[in-house]
C-alpha cells in the first residue's frame, strides 16, 4: 500500500484536489470529514471544545485541532493500493511519517482568503477573526512543512494541472 498526505492552510483547495482524486479513480479523504477523526481541544485543559465561526483570534490562539493518531493509522491501514488523506491539524509531525510523501498545497493569500469567504462546505475561516488567525501562522507553516520534505504544489493553477502534478508524484516509484 502507499500512502499520501496533502497538507496546507486552510483554503488553498485541499477539499477540491480531494474531490477531483476521488473522481479519478483514487482512494482519498479529508480527515475533517471522518466522524471524530479530528477535534478541538484547549491546550491547558486538554479537553475537547467546540469551535463555531466567528469565536476569535483569542480562542483559536488557545485551542488547537488536534488529529486522533491511531484512528488515523486504523483508517488508512484498511486500505490496498494507494490512499490520500487531506488535512491541517495542530498535531500533524504526530503522523507524517505515516505517509510515503507528502504534498503542500500553496496559493497567494489573496486567493486563499477569497476561496474561504466563498466556500460552501466549510466555515471556517469566513470570519475575520479566523482570517487573522491563519494569516499568523500559514507562513511558518509552510517553511516548517517544506523544511520537512513535503513537495510543494502551487494551486493558483488550473484544478487539473495541480491534481494532474499529485498523480505524477504518486506514481512515481
Known amino acids: 500500500m502507499r500512502k499520501f498526505c496533502i497538507t496546507g492552510?486552510?483554503?488553498?483547495?485541499k477539499s477540491t484536489v480531494i474531490e477531483e482524486l476521488n473522481k479519478r479513480g483514487i482512494k482519498a479523504f479529508d480527515a475533517d470529514a471522518v466522524d471524530g477523526l479530528c477535534q478541538w481541544k484547549n491546550?491547558?485543559?486538554?479537553?475537547?471544545?467546540?469551535?463555531?465561526?466567528?469565536?476569535?483570534?483569542?480562542?483559536?490562539?488557545?485551542?488547537?485541532?488536534?488529529?486522533?493518531?491511531?484512528?488515523?493509522?486504523?483508517?488508512?491501514?484498511?486500505?490496498?493500493?494507494?490512499?490520500?488523506?487531506?488535512?491541517?491539524?495542530?498535531?500533524?509531525?504526530?503522523?507524517?511519517?505515516?505517509?510515503?510523501?507528502?504534498?503542500?498545497l500553496r496559493c497567494d493569500e489573496e486567493v486563499f482568503l477569497h476561496r474561504l469567504n466563498t466556500r460552501d462546505a466549510n466555515d471556517f475561516g469566513k470570519d475575520k477573526s479566523d482570517q487573522d488567525h491563519i494569516l499568523g501562522w500559514y507562513k511558518d507553516f509552510e517553511a516548517n512543512m517544506i523544511n520537512y520534505g513535503a513537495i510543494p504544489i502551487d494551486t493558483n493553477v488550473p484544478l487539473k494541472n495541480v491534481v494532474d502534478k499529485i498523480i505524477s508524484e504518486i506514481q512515481e516509484k
Open 9 to 13: 492552510a486552510p483554503g488553498v483547495g
Open 43 to 104: 491546550e491547558t485543559l486538554s479537553e475537547n471544545v467546540e469551535y463555531h465561526p466567528g469565536i476569535g483570534k483569542d480562542w483559536l490562539d488557545k485551542n488547537n485541532y488536534i488529529c486522533d493518531v491511531a484512528k488515523l493509522k486504523e483508517i488508512i491501514d484498511k486500505h490496498d493500493g494507494v490512499v490520500v488523506v487531506a488535512g491541517v491539524v495542530s498535531n500533524q509531525e504526530e503522523f507524517l511519517k505515516l505517509f510515503d510523501k507528502v504534498f503542500l
